[in-house]
């Protein structure tokens, strides 16, 4: 069995724009628009700050392509010079954060190395001369515990603000999660003039998420991913400001998640190779690692009882034997339900599981079961009598679901779910995320989910391992998650959304390039102010962005005909 296989104008009033001088052409193409247009070119030509109208497009920040776009920008024509020998990223002074902040001293490495790429390695720009030059961008902690060591979760600040000016510029944010989203920005700012100099312009720029929860979901069993290819992906993942990785790690065809406790799970023909395509303890724990420094959650998926062909191959007597008549066929279906050896794994598996990942969430899957085993098997029938489940095998289902549910809230974590737990009515808990990924009924089943009081992120508009010729970003990028009828109420239980890459057709080879930039689309609709859906200006800033992401060492695909400036694979 296949997964997942079916599938106005407003004005704004945050946006603004600050110039102190326009070009002729600028000028000219701005006269080209009506004469009420042409009043409005006069004051932003004259430097004035004025509120944007319509379906927001910002020149500026087209030019310089920020990507996911900021809540709130000014950017003027003063342009400042940096230089790798002269520019340095630094702890403000009364920042609740220093130089033992690993996660921050990490980040300015980082970023620096973004900022300056290969004109550092070919000594380019080492003369210091300029005297409109930054030297400095100092970061500024607010928060009594800026959560050096900590974990981004549901409810974390990731908002900062920014003032790039000269000599020094100041990025301000409560905690590390916001001054990680604010140096993105802040790299995003400085482009390479003709000369290949470093510039940036005096710019403001406050700036904070639409949506809590902004996820990539990979699946690392129909194919197995190696580190590498993952840990690329977070790279992106921090480039375009998402903070969730859900991390679909086991399903019917393999099982490559080393558990201590039940080893044979992967060893015993679980995983394709119980060497090389197994995801080791400290793989995993570098995995949670290299995410958290980058402000990423990693939400590990266990999807049962459906999907879990491979846990049988470690674990006897987990899965339902199915029947032909009244003899076994040899073949097995979803977990079995009805034995108590069933739920005592469940508890020690999950026990591990809640250690090894340290998110407040486990995604618990309840997708897609397939009821034609249960309903061939003796057992299974006469339990559904004891029962008095009648045939109604959702009622199995959920009964299964309620006891896993139990045993993991008994470790103190949270849940998410598929759409189907919560459409055959199993009881969540209230801090339940639930996800929608049917696309027959997407605006009905937001309306239902949110009505009865659950959290909830979006999946359906955004299954990226379909593709198509064509810009199919613009596709995702045109999704308004809260189109939906509900109240107010309601809009706030949807928290986010992810973009998903199931593994039929990925692996190390392509999975980089056919994820990104498309997700990049959903990057910016779920981080970005709703208005801003202007769809050539998105064009025009993710074409740089993507040339960014290349330039950065991500092979991202192309949108359209075009170049890079640096190209990859090129010197
Ligand atoms: C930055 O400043 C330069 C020099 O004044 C100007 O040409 C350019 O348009 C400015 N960029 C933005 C994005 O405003
Ligand atoms: C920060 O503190 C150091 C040492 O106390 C001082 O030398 C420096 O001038 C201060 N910088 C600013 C911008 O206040
Ligand atoms: C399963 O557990 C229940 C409750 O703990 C118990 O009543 C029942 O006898 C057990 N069944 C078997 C087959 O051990």
């Known amino acids: 069995m296949i997964k997942k296989r079916r599938q106005s104008r407003a004005p704004n009033r945050q946006l603004t724009v600050l110039r102190c001088c326009c070009t002729v052409t600028e000028m000219a193409a701005l006269r080209l628009l009506n004469f009420w247009a042409m009043l409005v070119t006069l004051s932003v030509c004259n430097g004035w700050l004025f509120e944007n109208f319509g379906s927001y497009r910002n020149r500026e920040a087209d030019e310089v392509a920020l990507w996911p776009l900021p809540q709130k920008i000014q950017i003027s024509g003063a342009a400042f010079q940096l230089s790798s020998a002269g520019f ?40 210091k001369v300029f005297d409109s030059e930054l030297q400095e961008l100092q970061v500024l902690l607010t928060a009594k515990d800026p959560e050096c060591d900590g974990y981004p979760n549901l409810k974390t600040d990731e908002s900062y603000q920014l003032e790039v000016d000269q000599p020094t510029s100041v990025l301000k944010a409560a905690n590390v999660w916001g001054a990680l989203r604010g140096l993105e920005t802040f790299s995003q700012l400085v482009y390479e003039d003709d000369y290949g100099a470093h510039k940036i312009n005096k710019t403001s720029i406050s700036d904070f998420p639409r949506f809590a929860h902004r996820g990539i979901l990979l699946d690392t069993s129909r194919h197995y991913l190696p580190l ?8 992106a993942m921090a480039m375009n400001k998402f903070n969730v990785f859900h991390w679909h790690i086991v399903d019917d065809h393999s099982f490559p998640f080393l558990s201590r406790t039940f080893p044979d799970l992967s060893q015993r023909k679980g995983a394709f190779h119980p060497y090389t395509h197994v995801y080791t303890p400290s793989d995993v724990k570098m995995v949670i690692e290299f995410a958290r420094m980058r402000g990423i959650r990693v939400v590990a998926e266990f999807d049962t009882p459906g999907h879990t062909q491979s846990w049988g191959k470690g ?9 032909s008549g009244s003899s076994p066929t040899g073949t097995f279906g979803p977990v079995n339900p009805i034995l108590n050896s069933t739920y005592d794994f ?50 199995l289902e959920s009964y299964y679901i309620q006891r896993l549910l139990d045993i ?51 999946s359906a508009p955004w ?58 689309a959903v990057g910016e609709r779920l981080w970005s102010d709703e208005n801003v859906k202007d769809i050539n200006s998105a064009y025009n800033r993710l074409a740089k962005h993507r040339c960014r992401m290349v330039q950065r060492g991500i092979p991202a695909e192309p949108l359209y005909i075009g170049f890079c400036p640096h190209e990859y694979g090129g010197l």
């Open 228 to 235: 590498k290819a993952i840990l690329t992906n977070l790279e």
């Open 346 to 395: 469940m508890t020690r598996f999950f026990k591990e599981v809640s250690t090894v990942f340290p998110d407040a969430y486990i995604h618990l899957g309840g997708d897609e079961v397939d009821f034609s085993c249960w309903k061939s098997n003796p057992d299974i029938q006469k339990f559904m009598d004891q029962q008095g489940f009648g045939q109604d095998y959702k009622k």
């Open 315 to 323: 674990q006897p007597d987990l899965l339902t034997p199915c029947f």
């Open 408 to 458: 993991v809230s008994a470790t103190n974590k949270g849940y998410m779910v598929w759409q189907e737990v919560f459409d055959n009515g199993v009881k969540l808990k209230g801090d339940t995320v639930v996800e929608v990924w049917m696309n027959n009924n997407v605006d009905g089943e937001l309306q239902k989910v949110t009505g009865s009081g659950f959290t909830t992120i979006l």
């Open 88 to 127: 340095q990223i630094t702890h403000a002074n009364g920042s609740t954060a220093g130089p033992s902040c690993s996660l921050l001293q990490n980040a300015f490495r980082r970023y620096f190395d973004y900022i300056f790429g290969n004109a550092r390695k070919q000594g380019k720009n080492q003369q």
């Open 463 to 520: 299954y990226l391992d379909y593709i198509s010729y064509g810009q199919d970003w613009q596709k995702y990028y045109k999704v308004e998650p809260l189109s939906f009828q509900g109240t107010a109420e309601q809009k706030k239980l949807v928290i986010g959304g992810e973009a998903c890459l199931w593994g039929e057709y990925v692996d190390g080879t392509n999975l980089t390039p056919r994820l990104w930039p498309r997700a990049s």
